[in-house]
């Protein structure tokens, strides 16, 4: 079993940044891949950036330049710093932890308003 904790969310003005923290417990050496997802609503949710144990990282087209996404092995966290906020950024962000299974965080809200 793995058990994440998700942080940081909150609301923000158009243009701004946010620091997301997804920490782990439990089974840690069992995580193959951590990775960011997002759910706004009416949508379906989306990958937003996964980063695997080597270290190797994916962002989806719509964040690249402005979303990067951070591992500390010693806190086993996993971070997503997010830069130049759009509204449509607005959405519930879930961390999922990539095993022989998958496990999900209980999500953070960001919003992105003036």
């Known amino acids: 079993q793995v058990q994440l904790v998700e942080s940081g969310g909150g609301l923000v003005q158009p243009g701004g940044s946010l620091r997301l923290s997804c920490a782990a417990s439990g089974r840690v050496f069992s995580i193959n891949a951590m990775g960011w997802y997002r759910q706004a609503p009416g949508k379906q949710r989306e990958l937003v950036a996964t980063?695997?144990?080597?270290?190797?990282?994916n962002y989806a087209d719509s964040v690249k330049g402005r979303f990067t996404i951070s591992r500390d092995n010693a806190k086993n966290t996993v971070y997503l710093q997010m830069n130049s906020l759009k509204p449509e950024d607005t959405a519930v962000y879930y961390c999922k932890a990539a095993t022989r299974w998958d496990y999900w965080g209980q999500g953070t809200q960001v919003t992105v308003s003036s």
């Open positions: 980063i695997t144990s080597g270290g190797s990282t």
